[in-house]
């Protein structure tokens, strides 16, 4: 798909930008170090394409084609070993036939994420803990741990979250988009604060997770939410998938203070790829508008069949030929937050969160294939070998096993 010479000019306007484009290749000693390396993205929101009629993640795929990011073959590709598999849950209402819906939603959602690793055990392995991360990758197979984006689920029993533990989860975010039981959101559409940081119920889900083991996870909660898990939380604290407010002012983001408090704690940043965070973009009402509404049949639409998912597609693709995205953040702006995160707290306190089927991916990275420009990137920035490791996976594991030792404390 990037010989251009041989594409009609009909079937490039559909194309994003950067597939007409070259991409850069790594060099063969930057690939080889790369695949050597223990690689773990801590946010993968690829759990949503398993229920997908159809697709299966032992088939290669192209993101200019269904949109995915993940699959085992682009994994082998890309250098990806495995990685923190979300169980993401949208915000719905916050009432008791809310959380009932989100509750099952979850469950089955994570046993979508397990049936994963049961049908094919030559190539998946679930991970529990910390250190079970680099025999599996050894033997040749993906890393799968579970995570909770969203804790809305839970409803009002924290102690629901013991079952998500025994289903695997080991990663926790408190709220999404808006604010919910547990926590205000960074985004919430009202735009002011509801609880100031955690709810009560909130300071109880806390206390839940560092009982368990499960690290408390700040991406997409407010700042306030951040400076009470950092001041009630006995173990470290992970921003899964988050930038820097520095590099660009968005309430997703965080600030150099915020970055300071969190090392402080022996916590991690993971970097995430989702454009809106990175940079402004030209505005383009057109495209988001009809982005929107294609979004909200999706929504609507929980169970899919092959035929409407393909018509779906289909509509998706017009929207790019009709109102292509000309301003997409790169490569460069997703370096740009994760060279000044390094720079402000050092290489023990930075990760990969790139948010890959989640709306992560930018112009030059486009999927999991394109991660070795990563290492070649750190390289370049003057990190060694043992940096760019811990990068990629010792700091989150680090944190994880941090959270481990403090269980029950
Ligand atoms: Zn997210």
């Given at each position: 798909m990037r010989t251009g010479l041989m594409m009609g000019a009909a079937l490039m306007a559909l194309?994003?930008?950067?597939?007409?484009a070259e991409a850069p290749v790594v060099t063969k000693q930057v690939y080889q170090l790369h695949q050597k390396l223990l690689t773990l993205d801590s946010?993968?929101?690829?759990?949503?394409?398993?229920?997908?009629?159809?697709?299966?993640?032992?088939e290669g795929h192209e993101v200019h084609g269904d949109y995915t990011q993940v699959d085992l073959p682009r994994m082998k590709k890309g250098g990806l070993d495995g990685g923190f598999w979300a169980i993401y849950t949208g915000q719905g209402p916050v009432t008791v036939e809310g959380f009932r819906k989100a509750r099952d939603f979850a469950i089955l959602r994570g046993l979508s994420i397990r049936n994963m690793v049961a049908a094919d055990p030559a190539n998946f392995a679930l991970a529990l803990?910390?250190?079970?991360?680099a025999p599996i990758a050894a033997a040749g197979k993906r890393v799968v741990y579970l995570s909770i984006e969203n804790?809305?689920?839970?409803?009002?029993?924290?102690?629901l979250l013991k079952t998500f533990y025994d289903i695997g989860v080991r990663v926790s975010g408190f709220a999404h988009f808006a604010h919910n039981q547990f926590a205000d959101s960074?985004?919430?559409?009202?735009?002011?604060?509801?609880?100031?940081?955690?709810?009560p119920l909130g300071k109880e889900l806390l206390k839940e997770m560092n009982r368990l083991g499960i690290v408390p996870d700040a991406s997409h909660s407010s700042d306030q939410v951040l400076d009470d898990l950092l001041a009630l939380s006995t173990t470290p604290i992970l921003l899964t998938h988050s930038g820097c407010k520095a590099v660009y002012g968005h309430p997703r983001n965080i600030d150099d203070d915020h970055l300071k408090a969190l090392a402080a704690k022996g916590g991690v940043i993971q970097m995430n790829a989702y454009g809106t965070y990175l940079r402004a973009s030209k505005p383009n009402p057109q495209r988001q508008e009809a982005l929107k509404a294609l979004f909200g049949q999706l929504r609507e639409d929980a169970k899919l069949s092959p035929e409407k998912r393909a018509e779906l597609l289909a509509k998706r693709q017009e929207i790019d030929r009709l109102y292509?995205?000309?301003d997409r953040p790169t490569f460069d702006d997703f370096m740009a937050h994760m060279l000044h995160a390094l720079k402000v707290v050092g290489p023990d306190h930075v990760g990969v969160g790139a948010d890959w089927d989640g709306g992560g991916g930018v112009v030059g990275m486009?999927?999991?294939?394109?991660?070795?420009k990563i290492t070649a990137a750190l390289l370049k920035a003057g990190y060694s070998e043992a940096d760019i490791q811990k990068i990629w996976s010792g700091n989150v594991l680090r944190v994880l096993a941090a959270n481990e030792a403090g269980k029950g404390k």
């Open positions: 194309l994003p930008l950067t597939a007409q946010h993968l929101d690829t759990p949503a394409s398993l229920d997908l009629p159809g697709w299966s993640i032992e803990e910390a250190k079970d991360a804790a809305y689920p839970l409803g009002e029993d924290v102690t960074s985004t919430d559409p009202s735009g002011k604060p509801r609880f100031g940081g955690l709810s292509p995205d000309t486009e999927d999991v294939v394109d991660l070795p």
